[in-house]
């Protein structure tokens, strides 16, 4: 059930264990290592995102693990939002 104006966050977007091809969408100097599906929850509900938890959701570029996703509010461009988020997840 996706929602109108949101966008999907998945926490791979934001971990240093991952390359750029295996789904890290952040440079390394602010991605961090393991981030929660419950840590992107807390923070976008900090930044007004109105976040949406679906913890069964698997990455498609990871499809073994059952890493859950968090729809947030579209405010500005996916990269914009991701980049925010995870500065906030450094702060």
């Known amino acids: 059930m996706r929602g109108k104006g949101k966008i999907r966050i998945w926490p791979a977007y934001f971990d240093i264990r991952f390359s750029r091809g295996e789904g890290r969408r952040v440079p390394r100097d602010i991605a961090i290592r393991d981030p929660k599906l419950e840590d992107l929850e807390k923070v976008s509900q900090k930044m007004g995102l109105n976040p949406i938890i679906q913890p069964d959701k698997r990455y498609s570029?990871?499809?073994?693990?059952?890493?859950?996703?968090?729809l947030v509010d579209k405010k500005g461009s996916?990269?914009?939002?991701?980049?925010?988020?995870?500065?906030a997840l450094r702060g």
């Open 61 to 70: 570029r990871h499809p073994w693990k059952r890493s859950g996703v968090v």
């Open 78 to 87: 996916k990269s914009e939002v991701i980049s925010k988020i995870a500065k």
